[in-house]
């Protein structure tokens, strides 16, 4: 299948063409047909599927087909992060680049004043995060009540960040009659108690089995003691010329330092997290796309959305606390079926994570132990029980981010992403 035969324009065509795109994914065949034809879409896709542009190119073309004299958004896309939402604008500039429709991002972390003029002018697409966007609403510089299309993107994670009491703020200021379009990688029982609450008689679309890493990322585990982690890196990085690398931390503190400590190695290296501001994380990311930061040290949270094309290397430096992030973690590679190679350095302690996420995958993952880095302590077996993974609710406390995440605290005032 073309995307010609997917009832796009020609001027989609056109920018599909240009971003050189020649077949649509799984994902794109079957959302891009069922939201034309108006439907409310449930789809499950994991990261690198295509699912973005499953949902803008669509959209896209309903608003341009009916032109509206109104300033106020008619449709609104939802995400967890500042960075998905930036992305998510990035592809709404370049798929609608022949079209005159205008769009807006908005989120916190940077000044309110450049967006509410942007709103002022008026915006055919709002692309935004739900504390932000509540922030805009109570000022009242933001109209929804006619909005189209809404699209609840990457639902599960916003949800284990603690946003559905403010997804359900915003759902209560749109209108009534509207299409909504739900993805999200996992579908927990909290996702489909919200499916059915949002949406009405859906298409259901999925593209992958739940949780699997994707079958393009090769995996491999090292054993390693904890204080030799830095060291190894830094040899893996050095010896096989690894040129872009993602590296995944537990925490802020510790991206920071290992950041520090591999421009210390000569690798030039930055590190993203909540703590940093947007400014900080945009010229991070910005020069690991472009090629002047080789190494970028990442917590969950931040790292959630980002969208690097044939990004060929993502280092576990510290496994997750929850199995299904692994799968979250490695998907930064692998997408859109180039090939892609995830490193885990594994110590005795996080035996009993590595457990959880084995079982998660149904299989053992390949071992390696490099000359010279051999544990201490023996890192074959299991030495402590995987964590259950609880519910998001009780992953949440006042003040405190989710366990690993990197995020800062819950509390209404942190929770505005």
């Known amino acids: 299948m073309s995307f010609h035969e997917l009832g796009l324009s020609a001027e989609l065509l056109r920018a599909v063409e240009a971003l050189g795109y020649t077949q649509p994914t799984p994902i794109q065949q079957q959302a891009i047909p069922a939201v034309l034809a108006g439907h409310d879409v449930l789809a499950g896709a994991q990261t690198g ?9 669509p959209t896209l073309k309903r608003l341009s ?66 504390g932000r966007l509540l922030d805009h609403a109570g000022q009242k510089t933001v109209d929804l009540s006619q909005v189209e299309v809404l699209v609840l993107d990457e ?9 559905i009491h ?30 059915d609450n949002l949406l009405r008689d859906p298409v259901l679309i999925e593209v992958a089995r739940r949780n699997t890493a994707a079958e393009t990322v090769e995996q491999h585990i090292y054993p390693v003691d904890k204080s030799r982690k830095r060291e190894l890196l830094s040899h893996l990085i050095h010896s096989g010329g690894w040129e872009q690398v993602l590296v995944f931390t537990r925490t802020k503190h510790g991206a920071n330092r290992l950041a520090e400590q591999l421009d210390r190695d000569g690798l030039t290296a930055a590190a993203i997290h909540g703590n940093k501001s947007q400014g900080a994380r945009t010229k991070a990311l910005d ?23 044939r990004l060929p290397h993502v280092v576990n430096y510290e496994l997750p606390n929850v199995a299904e992030d692994y799968v979250h973690r490695i998907g ?8 892609g190679a995830a490193v885990s350095l594994v110590s005795a302690e996080e035996n009993g994570l590595l457990a959880g996420i ?7 993952l390949p071992r390696e132990t490099l000359p010279g880095f051999e544990p201490s ?28 995440s990197g995020r800062p605290g819950a509390g209404a005032r942190n929770r505005r992403a």
């Open 287 to 309: 020069g690991f796309k472009k090629g002047s930061v080789r190494v970028l040290v990442a917590t969950d949270i931040a790292a959630r959305g980002l969208d690097i094309d």
């Open 332 to 339: 930064r590679t692998g997408r859109a079926g180039a090939q």
């Open 155 to 163: 639902a599960d994670r916003m949800l284990d960040m603690g946003f």
């Open 49 to 57: 599927t295509g699912k973005t542009a499953a949902f803008v190119l």
């Open 65 to 130: 087909e009916r032109p509206s004299g109104k300033r106020a958004p008619r449709a609104l896309v939802l995400t967890p992060t500042r960075e998905l939402a930036a992305q998510v604008g990035e592809d709404v500039q370049n798929l609608g680049r022949h079209l005159s429709l205008k769009h807006a991002v908005i989120f916190g972390g940077v000044g309110i004043n450049p967006q509410i003029d942007k709103l002022r002018r008026g915006v055919d697409i709002l692309i935004a995060t739900p």
């Open 166 to 195: 403010d997804i359900k703020r915003v759902l209560a200021l749109l209108p009534k009659q509207r299409q909504n379009l739900l993805f999200s990688a996992t579908y927990s029982d909290d996702i489909r108690k919200l499916a």
């Open 377 to 404: 302590e023996t890192a074959a077996a299991p030495t402590t029980p995987a964590p259950r993974r609880q519910k998001p609710s009780s992953r949440r406390s006042r003040g405190r981010g989710a366990p690993g």
């Open 358 to 364: 084995q079982r998660l995958l149904k299989r053992e």
